[in-house]
């Protein structure tokens, strides 16, 4: 006992001082004093509690001798009594928790107790069971979990490894666990520092890369892993968690959409980006080293007809079939490249301009064998530009110079190689120049246009004339087209001098017609450029212009050349069967020169065909065959219903022939020169018999 009622109060006051229930017992288990959070713990009153025995605050029908005997010792903790199971508390509404019981021995005043101290452990139980259930969970997530997980121990040898990571690495658990993740490396890797390592040198907990790893059956798979540090209590590294991610598929797409950005989707070369990132690369090393680039800029001549004549399909067939050849002559460190439309383009480093040559020549004989489309055969040639590179030069300017290299090639009439030389450009410079002139002259009114006269053979008379347009200069006097036409297309001026020749010269000829009554019914012949054919106000500008000078559409005569430059031959062909239903007479010039005249001859609303003069030229010679190509020209012209003109003809053994082969009409300086404004009515007039 306590003594007194102050002694009680001291003591209950000094027991409250605890966090936990604290009950005071004498050696026979009676409850002497208890505190507050005892009361509160078990449900009764201060007063029902002092008194009882401690065996009734006990579930489980423990005998009051056993808990004499536990609470007598001198320290114990009884979560588990001699019983065998938990020491459970019993509240007076007879609800049970477990407690967790401290026991001390306490001597007051000679007298011997023992303090009790209880705790309610319910929310340790239920964190214990929240955490076995979490456990649970944490291992089934990570046994089915899609994503491979493994667990490592602090060295990184596998320690567990799920489904997905087995199936991921190619191999069963048994082959897994005790090795460590990085075996399985690609060896690519092999060097390369781990994340293991890199978490532990670094204090980093959490760590992310992309890695290759290599399956048994040699298949590479890409993989994204996560590392997690682990530590224990004490800080130390205790194992890793890791995260592996199959990105093998993300990664292909990756890399196929780099490739598109970076390669040709038709015929799979590298595409101009490409192109220049290496010869970037190229010129740089060429700087260090002293070495020299080659670039060689390769456009298939005459493409075009292709796509006009046996549509798109079969000239993709044909860039496909070129790259493929051109891939063959490229050396490992080589780029081909496709630039653009028909033109590619080689660029190699360390080759001088011996090697580029012979490279140039292997080109030109890899196009010796036709190229099989829709089991035809086609056979084309490709006209090459060659820039070497020296000291100062950037990719642009190669480029630049090698381009103008491959259409000096075009210009001399296609096909073959030359390597670039400064006359080129300033060549390309002049011609610039000339537009520039070109297009002042125009606005300057300085074209001048220039007759020659078309004589009927089977009359013996005038059937009308062909308008040719010179320059009037300021500086340099009169000039031919030869001098400034090429330097029109390329500019767009064609067009404009196009409609000026063709205007002038139908008001000319209704001024002619005009003055001089006894001269009518003649015909007008005017070259039309391709460029003109494919403009969409082609058909409203003639109109208008018969409509206003009163000229008869069969009195109008367009010629055209170069067909195979058309660039829309369906809208040129729908323009010029518009002109053929108003009368205007179309024909073909300079026939036998081009590629590919006569394979139009069955689309184009033709009218008349003009014999290039080359032909005209072996007539009256011992040379039989000029005569043996015209007449079998004419015969096919007459058979398809088409008028026949020989120009050029400057021999009466000429016209002779002409005749005897049965030619319509015919023209060059054997009857005149071409002559100007004042010249071409009287000519007519002295010739002209009505």
């Not at 409850?31 to 008194?51: I, M, P, Q, R, W």
């Not at 070259?527 to 008869?552: C, M, Q, V, W, Y």
Request: negative net charge.
């Amino acid at each position: 006992m306590c003594g007194d009622h102050a002694r009680h109060l001291t003591c209950r006051s000094c027991l409250n001082l605890y966090p936990d229930a604290v009950l005071l017992t004498n050696d026979d288990g009676i409850l002497e004093e208890a505190n507050d959070k005892a009361t509160e713990l078990f449900g009764y009153s201060h007063e029902e509690l002092v008194g009882m025995h401690a065996g009734e605050l006990v579930a489980g029908g423990a005998s009051t001798a056993i808990i004499a005997e536990a609470l007598s010792a001198q320290r114990g903790r009884f979560l588990r009594t001699p019983l065998g199971g938990e020491l459970l508390g019993y509240r007076k509404d007879g609800s049970e928790f477990p407690g967790e019981v401290s026991t001390s021995k306490l001597e007051i005043e000679g007298q011997p107790f023992t303090v009790a101290s209880v705790r309610d452990i319910t929310p340790l139980h239920q964190a214990l069971a929240q955490q076995k259930e979490a456990e649970r969970l944490f291992a089934l997530g990570i046994d089915h979990s899609p994503i491979g997980i493994v667990l490592t121990d602090s060295d990184g040898s596998l320690t567990r490894v799920n489904a997905a990571a087995s199936r991921l690495l190619g191999r069963h658990p048994g082959q897994l666990l005790g090795r460590r993740i990085t075996d399985f490396l690609h060896p690519s890797h092999v060097n390369e520092p781990s994340l293991f390592e890199q978490a532990v040198r670094d204090d980093i907990v959490h760590l992310c890369n992309e890695r290759r790893y290599l399956r048994p059956d040699g298949e590479v798979v890409y993989v994204e892993q996560v590392v997690v540090l682990l530590r224990n209590s004490d800080g130390e590294t205790d194992s890793f968690y890791v995260h592996l991610q199959d990105v093998t598929g993300r990664k292909k797409a990756e890399q196929d959409l780099k490739h598109l950005a970076m390669h040709d989707p038709l015929t799979g070369v590298a595409n101009r980006r490409l192109l220049m990132e290496y010869l970037d690369r190229f010129l740089a090393r060429a700087r260090r080293a002293g070495g020299q680039v080659v670039v060689m800029f390769i456009d298939l001549d005459h493409f075009k007809v292709v796509n006009d004549a046996r549509g798109h399909t079969a000239g993709d067939a044909m860039l496909v079939e070129l790259s493929r050849r051109l891939s063959d002559l490229t050396r490992q460190g080589d780029v081909l490249a496709r630039f653009g439309g028909d033109e590619f383009v080689i660029g190699c480093e360390d080759m001088d301009a011996e090697g580029a040559h012979q490279l140039a020549a292997r080109v030109t004989s890899a196009l010796d064998e036709p190229f099989i489309i829709d089991g035809e055969e086609i056979f084309a040639k490709v006209s090459i530009g060659i820039a070497l590179s020296e000291p100062g030069d950037t990719t642009e300017s190669l480029l630049r110079k090698s381009d103008t290299a491959m259409y000096e090639v075009k210009d001399s009439g296609r096909r073959g190689a030359v390597v670039f030389h400064e006359s080129m450009q300033q060549k390309v410079s002049q011609r610039m120049a000339t537009e520039s002139q070109l297009r002042k002259a125009l606005q300057c009114d300085e074209l001048r246009l220039r007759f020659q006269p078309i004589m009927d053979l089977g009359r013996d008379k005038p059937a009308g004339f062909e308008v040719l347009v010179r320059w009037e200069h300021p500086e340099r006097g009169l000039l031919s087209p030869a001098e400034f036409l090429p330097a029109a297309p390329a500019s767009g001026l064609i067009v404009d001098i196009d409609k000026w020749v063709l205007e002038h010269a139908v008001r000319q000829l209704r001024e002619w017609e005009s003055n001089h009554p006894t001269l009518h019914s003649l015909t007008v012949a005017v070259n039309l450029s391709p460029r003109h054919l494919n403009d969409r106000n082609f058909i409203t500008h003639t109109k208008e212009l018969l409509a206003l000078t009163g000229i008869e559409p069969h009195q109008l005569h367009l010629e055209i050349t170069e067909i195979e430059e058309i660039t829309d031959l369906d809208l040129a062909i729908k323009h010029m069967n518009e002109a053929a239903e108003l009368g205007i007479c179309f024909g073909i010039d300079d026939f036998g020169a081009g590629h590919s005249s006569l394979r139009y001859l069955h689309r184009l609303p033709v009218h008349t065909l003009k014999v290039d003069k080359s032909f005209i030229q072996g007539l009256g010679t011992h040379d039989s065959r000029s005569a043996k190509i015209i007449g079998a020209v004419i015969n096919l012209a007459h058979a398809l219903g088409i008028e026949v003109i020989g120009e050029g003809v400057e021999e009466k053994s000429q016209l002779d022939e002409l005749l005897r082969l049965g030619c319509d009409k015919a023209q060059g300086f054997f009857w005149s020169k071409p002559m100007d404004l004042t010249e071409g009515p009287r000519w007519l007039e002295q010739n002209y018999r009505s």
